[in-house]
């Protein structure tokens, strides 16, 4: 953009990146260049970057599943760890699924398995209005405002295929010891999950017995010292459980028995 003195330079902006602890400063100078409108903008979107908002905010987007997802300010940003989970929902699917996205964010895990199921009727669900804004933007089929599974049409009970659920799992009092982007720049009711980090999944896990369908299934993301209490409490309400991970997260799946009663 100019040239290798000024502080428009992709070198010089490296730098203030790495000065501000940015790991992948050269990478990260890359797209903000390359996102830019004018050079007033790119200092903008540096200076809004050194001072730590999360580089996905700064952008607009974020790179999930090979998908480039808006997401807006203050909405919780993606992770691809989490494409575990739509890894093993596009697995367990049967044909033209019936997908309900819980805690949705800004739609990731919603649009990246549309792809994958063309033929999906998906409903997507946050408590967040900045969140619900963010994924009426991505995702491809309807997203609802409200609490888990309150705001879904009752037409659904019974007949959901697959739920998907990045809940909040971290503990309240580990909220402290994340890093300064998640802690300050995303919202608190996407990070905390209550004193052992598992109240919101354990009503996930109560609620979900009565929406899906014989063989449906409901994914959680959640820790691995977690997963052992999360997939016993799938257990007492009656589904079957199994523990999936990779190096990065641990997922529980739940599965509903083919002739459990309504």
Not at 48 to 76: K, N, Q, S, T, Y
Request: charge should be negative; aromatic fraction near 4%; glycine fraction near 8%.
């Amino acid at each position: 953009m100019s040239g290798p003195s000024s502080p428009l330079s992709e070198r010089a902006i490296a730098g203030r990146l790495r000065a501000a602890g940015c790991v992948f400063a050269e990478d990260e100078a890359q797209l903000l260049i390359a996102a830019s409108p004018s050079p007033a903008e790119l200092l903008t979107m540096v200076d809004r970057r050194v001072a730590g908002l999360p580089l996905e905010h700064v952008l607009g987007w974020a790179e999930f599943c090979g998908l480039r997802i808006a997401v807006d300010p203050g909405v919780f940003v993606p992770r691809h760890r989490t494409e575990l989970l739509v890894r093993q929902a596009a697995r367990l699917a049967p044909p033209a699924p019936t997908v309900v996205d819980l805690c949705c964010g800004s739609g990731a895990l919603g649009a990246a398995l549309a792809i994958r199921l063309p033929d999906v009727d998906l409903h997507a669900v946050d408590i967040d209005p900045a969140a619900v804004r963010s994924a009426r933007r991505n995702v491809r089929g309807r997203v609802y405002q409200g609490d888990l599974f309150a705001p879904l049409p009752t037409t659904l009970r019974g007949r959901v295929d697959v739920v998907l659920a990045n809940a909040p799992y971290v503990p309240t009092e580990a909220i402290r010891l994340l890093p300064p982007e998640a802690r300050i720049h995303e919202p608190q009711v996407a990070l905390d999950g209550g004193a052992d980090g598992l109240d919101v999944l354990r009503r996930v896990v109560a609620g979900a017995p009565g929406w899906l369908a014989p063989c449906g299934h409901l994914l959680m993301e959640t820790s691995g010292h977690q997963a052992e209490a999360l997939a016993s409490c799938g257990a007492a309400a009656g589904l079957e459980c199994r523990v999936v991970s990779s190096d990065e997260v641990t997922i529980v799946v739940a599965e509903t028995p083919k002739a459990a009663s309504r």
